[in-house]
């Protein structure tokens, strides 16, 4: 079965930020639901991600260069996958920032599903810290 043959559906939430000097670091979250297409998730699974971040001056995602890949950081939970990483970027005082996930196969990058719904983060220096702007977003994505 190809990727291209299952729904991929992810929820993607910033849950935590702190900081460290001029660089955020924040811990992502999301679910990822399998269906009865066969894949796993998590170390040595079948399907991995990647993370892509932008400004509000760029018009889309570079997505030849994800600012994080290879995410396997995943666990099941009685019907789905839920997966977390740490992402340490360093973050301009005051901009907004933008992040999206993509699920693709881990042996054939590829063969990818389109980006999740969108999340926002600012890093506000005055403050010693960031925020998530968005919450929680949830995407079904065919790839």
Known sequence: MKLSQFLLVATLCVYGVTTVGAQDTI?????????????TS????????SLYIRTADDSDY????PVVSNLDNCRWEVDHYSCETTLKY?????????????????????????SSN??????????????????????????
């Open 27 to 39: 811990n992502l979250a999301w679910d990822w639901f399998p269906g009865d297409s066969g894949y």
């Open 42 to 49: 998590g170390p040595n699974g079948d399907i991995a991600y």
């Open 62 to 65: 570079a997505y030849d260069d």
């Open 90 to 114: 360093a973050f301009a005082p005051g901009e907004a920032y933008y992040m999206v996930a993509v699920a693709y196969l881990a042996d054939s990058p590829m063969q990818r599903s389109l």
């Open 118 to 143: 969108e999340i926002a983060h600012r890093y506000n220096s005055a403050e010693g810290g960031g925020g998530g702007g968005g919450g929680c977003f949830v995407n079904m994505a065919h790839p």
